[in-house]
């Protein structure tokens, strides 16, 4: 609810209340947002408490009027309206760079300690994961549907001071409900860091490379299990299988002649460590569809605050837009879940009622529509600017007699592709990541949209560079007046980007070889 009622209307606290003209204010939110989710490979204990900290520091900025800036239209084309620099600007983005922090570490920790909560050898509980996984999105959604509409209004009447502080007292509130349960929480037993893991392995193929790999698999080295109580230890440590992909890494495996020092790396250290390596074009194929969802919270957000905001005697913010897919994911996850899984179960067999990869891929072409249809509305938003000649009129005065509404078909398409693709990504690196590694896996889904907005600035910054001498604004997304931008081309752009992307989904998603897991023999 905090971070989402925050980061949608972020957009327009940098234009008018931190007078970034459009490109940089798109850039500052992408920037924030990125590194949120970047920050969810460091992760950290209490993270929330960076949250309510950071959350606190941005609402005594909007609360203590000698760290605002002064009064400035920045609708008015011969007015330079100050930047926010300085000791305010210190003061800006150490709030908002610490909340970043704190939802970082929550965005890993989360989702993998609400699914270690079902037990593997379970049956019946593992079929409760796929569920778990569809109403973490519905309960996001949830709050993102009560952010978007109740602290959006704070910040739009009450003040943004009035909205941070709430933000700051939800969070404090969460951290206290999530401690009440504690005591009662399945806890796995760390294994170790994957990194160091994953540099064992490294090191250990790089010292090998010049030893020549055994023709028999039975060779490499493993560790044999040894059974407690009728227990093999393999039964909280998985044994996997051996692979003929990535058989480099093999050397890492390898039983020297002589004995040494060293610590022997095994054939389930050394898949593990394949199995990173092939998630990772799954994980690069996802970056530009979330490139696509930066547009969503920000350009979106700027095309609506010059149109008619009017529901019948209600006016709302062009920031609270986005609930209309939120709102339709919080309806259709538990009908995927009970209806449609079930029904697909019937001819698949599947428990999840169609793959992992599948879900995800639907997704992808899902996002290739909201593209499509953003250029389109875009394209009519811009003709009604001209035939009504409002093109620099301001739209707070004399917004477009365009509903704000038209920008739900962009918003809604993309609902529905994120009800695929998140949750079939949160799915696949959970189910497929080596159990050790699964923080790190679930951490890939947030990286995966951290480099999609990092793409979003690069590409922003890119197209200006390139149209800088073919347009009036000096650039397609330059300027303050997005009347005059060709923001319907950068749409279009990214719709026929995406649709390539897809192909290129679709190799590596068909070429994928699944964990295999070594089934362990007792005697």
């Not at 605002?68 to 330079?80: A, G, R, V, Y």
Request: hydrophobic share 45%; aromatic share 12%.
């Amino acid at each position: 609810m905090a971070n989402l009622g925050t980061s949608v209307n972020l957009m327009t606290y940098f234009y008018f209340h931190m007078h970034y003209d459009i490109p940089e204010s798109a850039d500052m939110v992408t920037h924030f947002m990125a590194t949120s989710f970047l920050l969810s490979l460091v992760g950290a204990l209490f993270t929330d408490a960076y949250r309510s900290k950071g959350f606190m520091i941005l609402a005594l900025q909007a609360q203590i009027k000698s760290l605002h800036l002064p009064q400035c239209d920045m609708f008015e084309s011969t007015i330079e309206c100050e930047h926010v620099s300085g000791r305010k600007s210190i003061i800006l983005f150490t709030g908002l760079y610490l909340v970043a922090l704190g939802s970082g570490g929550l965005k890993a920790a989360l989702p993998t300690l609400g699914a270690d909560q079902f037990d593997e050898n379970d049956l019946k509980e593992q079929r409760l994961v796929s569920s778990f996984f569809n109403f973490f999105l519905f309960s996001l959604c949830v709050g993102a549907c009560i952010g978007d509409v109740f602290i959006v209004w704070l910040q739009n009447n009450e003040g943004w001071d009035v909205a941070f502080s709430i933000s700051s007292s939800a969070i404090l509130l969460g951290l206290f409900i999530l401690s009440l349960g504690y005591s009662k929480f399945r806890n796995r037993l760390p294994t170790g860091s994957p990194v160091t893991k994953i540099l064992n392995v490294l090191v250990a193929t790089f010292r090998n490379r010049n030893v020549d790999l055994p023709s028999n698999s039975e060779d490499l080295y493993e560790e044999k299990p040894v059974c407690h109580n009728n227990k093999s230890m393999f039964d909280d440590h998985e044994r996997l299988q051996h692979t003929t992909q990535f058989r480099f890494l093999d050397r890492a495996a390898i039983m020297p002649t002589v004995t040494t020092g060293r610590k022997l790396c095994t054939i389930t250290q050394v898949e593990e460590v394949k199995i990173l390596i092939r998630m990772l074009p799954i994980f690069a194929s996802t970056i530009l569809m979330n490139t696509c969802l930066a547009q969503l919270q920000t350009f979106s957000i700027q095309q609506g605050v010059t149109m008619d905001k009017k529901l019948g005697s209600l006016e709302i913010s062009s920031a609270s837009v986005p609930i209309i897919p939120m709102a339709f994911i919080v309806i259709l996850t538990p009908l995927y879940d009970r209806v449609f899984v079930p029904f697909a179960r019937r001819f698949t067999g599947l428990e999840t009622g169609i793959t992992h990869l599948q879900r995800v891929g639907i997704g992808l072409v899902l996002s290739i529509f909201s593209m499509t249809a953003a250029a389109i509305v875009e394209i009519k938003r811009k003709g009604i600017a001209g035939e009504y000649n409002l093109v620099h009129a301001n739209p707070n005065i004399s917004p477009l007699p365009m509903s704000v509404f038209f920008l739900g078909f962009q918003y809604f398409i993309f609902g529905i592709a994120d009800l695929f693709t998140f949750v079939g990504l949160l799915e696949f690196f959970y189910s497929q990541a080596p159990k050790g590694f699964r923080s790190l896996g679930i951490a890939l889904v947030w990286c995966s949209m951290s480099m999609g907005y990092f793409l979003s600035s690069v590409l922003v910054n890119l197209i200006n560079a390139a149209t800088k001498n073919s347009t009036k604004s000096g650039g397609w997304l330059n300027g303050n007046n997005i009347n005059l931008n060709h923001l319907d081309l950068f749409y279009w752009a990214l719709a026929v980007l995406s649709f390539l992307n897809f192909i290129n989904y679709l190799y590596w998603a068909q070429s994928y070889k699944y964990k295999r897991v070594a089934i362990v023999i007792e005697h």
